[in-house]
């Protein structure tokens, strides 16, 4: 079956427009999460989502950033009023209830001007 | 709380000489643990995982890893290093609950 897919591959945004980005899981996964990588960096966690549960939020940098969840399908992540440091690479992972493995989508690069 | 150190940025081997990538972690619970390798510009990819079974796990491509309790560790490591290992390497830490917890990152390089 298909894995997870975000889109768009390639966002350059300039400074202060609002940005969407979109991931898509595998479909049956309840459980979805989003990171930033900044270049040369790991993996910094942004929010988790599983099933109708509130998300955890924990992760989001500032209030420019939201996410949202449809039941267990799509999400997209919205960030407001770019800025230059906003600039990495959006991954998206989903996993199963029990949540033993993550399956990462390709990410979504993210450039600031 | 948890933490995953790995405790080399950037690692370098001749071809056909043996990996080691380390990584020690700190958890209140027994963890499952996971390495992950992100080559450039592709996605990240399950290597293998650790979930209370065999202390020694096989994973793909030749890897191995083995969780030392006593010594809050879980070692990456292979005989012999291809040239298509050079990748970046993330050791991933999960105990309860579903978040998931990454290092900063192993950058292999393999020299011919």
């Known amino acids: 079956g298909a894995g997870v897919s975000q889109s768009p591959s390639n966002k350059v945004t300039e400074k202060g427009k609002d940005v969407e980005l979109r991931c898509d899981p595998i479909?049956?996964?309840?459980?979805l999460y989003w990171y930033r990588q900044r270049l040369g960096q790991g993996l910094e966690f942004l929010i988790y989502?599983?099933?109708?549960?509130?998300?955890?939020k924990s992760g989001l940098p500032s209030d420019r950033f939201s996410a949202e969840r449809t039941g267990e399908s799509v999400s997209t992540l919205t960030i407001q009023r770019t800025q230059q440091e906003d600039s990495a690479v959006y991954l998206c992972?989903?996993?199963?209830?029990?949540?033993?493995?993550?399956?990462f989508g390709p990410g979504t690069r993210l450039t600031v001007l | 709380a948890q933490s995953v150190t790995q405790l080399d940025s950037h690692v370098s081997v001749s071809e056909g000489t043996p990996v080691l990538l380390r990584c020690n972690y700190s958890?209140?619970?027994?963890?499952?643990l996971f390495w992950y390798v992100q080559h450039p510009n592709k996605g990240l990819q399950l290597l293998l995982k650790?979930?209370?079974?065999?202390?020694l796990v096989k994973g793909i491509n030749g890897f191995e890893a083995e969780f030392k309790k006593s010594e809050t560790s879980f070692h990456l490591t292979k005989p012999s290093a291809h040239m298509s290992d050079a990748a970046e390497y993330f050791c991933v830490v999960k105990e309860y609950g579903n978040q998931f917890y990454f290092g900063t990152g192993t950058s292999l390089t393999v020299i011919p």
């Open positions: 479909s049956g996964h309840t459980a």
């Open positions: 992972a989903s996993s199963t209830q029990t949540g033993n493995e993550q399956f």
């Open positions: 958890s209140s619970y027994s963890p499952s």
């Open positions: 650790y979930t209370s079974a065999a202390t």
């Open positions: 989502f599983q099933g109708n549960s509130a998300p955890d």
